[in-house]
């Protein structure tokens, strides 16, 4: 075997001698490689970057995401960025199959209440927690969804001992499949039709 | 006990006061909004052209107050106090949340002089390219260029409010010839405002600009007044490193005794005396993780 040549060729961004429509085609084909190889949400400038100077992101994912109509997953728009994600319908069959390593499956109803609760009152310190479940969130609690990367460190608290506070995460976004916070359901509705007891 | 009362010793009238007809006028038509808003910033660039304003500070300030603003359009409940609280108790390697996040931006933003560089470290989500077409989608007069912009930017990004009222008011400073980015934009718009479309947009913008360019006008003259007073007691001062103390009270909204170029207890020392003498204010109102500023 001959040793490979180090240096590889230039990356060609433009394919300018492709005829229009398959130099579009094929840039539609690479971000749907990009996307397949990527476990989180590709922002647009890296997709940018495989595609010719000016070509539209957003149309071409557009295109690819008209012509994964009727397939079993769909592109999301995820915390600023774009990822491969089964459709929600397919759920069971995967759980079915599959031992799977959701990140969310581990966590049981008590530990989405408390991430629910970080999301909206978030920075929140743990004695916020429990003013808001009236119990002790222990550490372990806190810990396994940080491990999870779903919740970080916010400012610190201005009381004493200035205590850490709870964040989101943008995993936690594209765990839940937001764009932003602001597609959380609106607190006040959630109030209105008594599924949430405020603090 | 005396206090020092900087309203006396002070001559308030060297700043231009803005016309009666501007502030008390309610104007129903375009023609009428558009041709006050013109007014009212022609009268603000001469405010902030005199040297008495401290600039910095009041960026500053005004920054604070679109936060707080765009923080309300996100749904979300922090004010003014919680997000200086974001702010200052952010340690490196934490995360600021969303409050904090939006607060940061808009410092940011007016920190530097207007560049598509400076704008990109305020909005890191996107790209400079981005910022440079949003920022050049508008012609026209410098408050229809604004508009433009922000309407561009909704148009294509309906949740940017925060990136497109950052670049709606750098493209109002562009187009008045200000260095740096001035957030009057954010503040007296409502979140409905966001939503409207064509003449109601335009309507609503100018009207928006007009009461927070009087309020911002307002209230550069009353930072005027306090620094003034503050310049006029710093030679009182003997702790070290006092000057640079003052220095740092001359440019920001809040500080923080710990981030003072001093030993601990010199700086609470010397915010305290700052107090007593009338020319800072203790912003929080709590006994610890206190927060300075004119």
């Given at each position: 075997m001959m040793a490979k040549d180090r240096s590889e060729p230039e990356f060609d961004r433009e394919l300018s001698d492709l005829p229009p429509e398959l130099r579009w085609r094929e840039w539609m084909r690479r971000i749907e490689a990009v996307l397949f190889a990527s476990a989180s949400p590709v922002p647009r400038e890296d997709l940018a970057r495989v595609v010719g100077q000016g070509a539209s992101v957003d149309l071409l994912v557009e295109d690819l995401a008209a012509d994964l109509e009727g397939r079993a997953f769909e592109i999301a728009q995820v915390a600023g960025g774009w990822m491969f994600r089964t459709r929600p319908v397919y759920a069971p069959a995967i759980r079915a199959a599959a031992d799977v390593s959701d990140q969310l499956l581990d966590l049981n109803e008590f530990d989405v209440a408390i991430l629910a609760a970080i999301a909206y009152h978030q920075p929140i310190t743990r004695d916020g927690l429990k003013d808001i479940f009236g119990k002790e969130i222990s550490r372990d609690l806190i810990g396994r969804l940080h491990a999870h990367g779903l919740i970080g460190t916010g400012p610190r608290a201005p009381r004493r001992g200035a205590p850490y506070t709870f964040v989101t995460t943008d995993a936690f976004l594209a765990a839940f499949g937001l764009e932003s916070l602001r597609d959380l359901p609106d607190p006040e509705q959630l109030n209105d039709a008594g599924l949430a007891a405020r603090a | 006990m005396t206090f020092a009362r900087p309203e006396h010793s002070i001559d308030t009238d060297t700043l231009p006061r803005m016309p009666a007809w501007v502030t008390s006028a309610r104007a129903e038509t375009l023609e009428d909004v558009a041709f006050l808003s013109g007014a009212a910033l022609n009268h603000l660039h001469l405010v902030l052209g005199?040297?008495?304003?401290p600039q910095a500070l009041f960026r500053d300030r005004l920054a604070l107050r679109a936060a707080e603003a765009c923080v309300g359009f996100s749904g979300r409940s922090e004010r003014a106090g919680e997000l200086r609280d974001a702010v200052h108790l952010l340690r490196p390697g934490d995360l600021p949340g969303p409050a904090g996040e939006t607060c940061l931006a808009w410092m940011r933003a007016v920190e530097r002089p207007v560049s598509i560089k400076a704008l990109g470290r305020a909005l890191p989500t996107l790209e400079p390219g981005q910022i440079a077409a949003w920022l050049d989608a508008g012609k026209g007069s410098p408050v229809t260029r604004a508009a433009m912009v922000l309407e561009a930017v909704l148009r294509e990004a309906p949740r940017a409010d925060v990136p497109g009222l950052i670049l709606a008011d750098a493209a109002l400073a562009q187009g008045l010839g200000w260095e740096h980015l001035v957030p009057l934009l954010a503040a007296r718009l409502k979140r409905a405002d966001l939503r409207k479309h064509g003449d109601d947009f335009r309507l609503a913008f100018h009207r928006a600009l007009i009461s927070s360019v009087i309020e911002a006008a307002r209230q550069a003259a009353d930072l005027a007044r306090r620094v003034t007073h503050l310049k006029a007691v710093a030679p009182k001062l003997r702790a070290k490193g006092a000057g640079d103390a003052v220095e740092m009270f001359l440019t920001r909204d809040a500080v923080a005794p710990?981030?003072?170029?001093?030993p601990d207890r010199a700086a609470r020392r010397l915010c305290d005396r700052l107090v007593d003498l009338g020319a800072v204010r203790e912003l929080t109102g709590r006994d610890t993780f206190r927060l300075y500023g004119v």
């Open positions: - | 005199r040297a008495e304003v710990s981030a003072l170029p001093l």
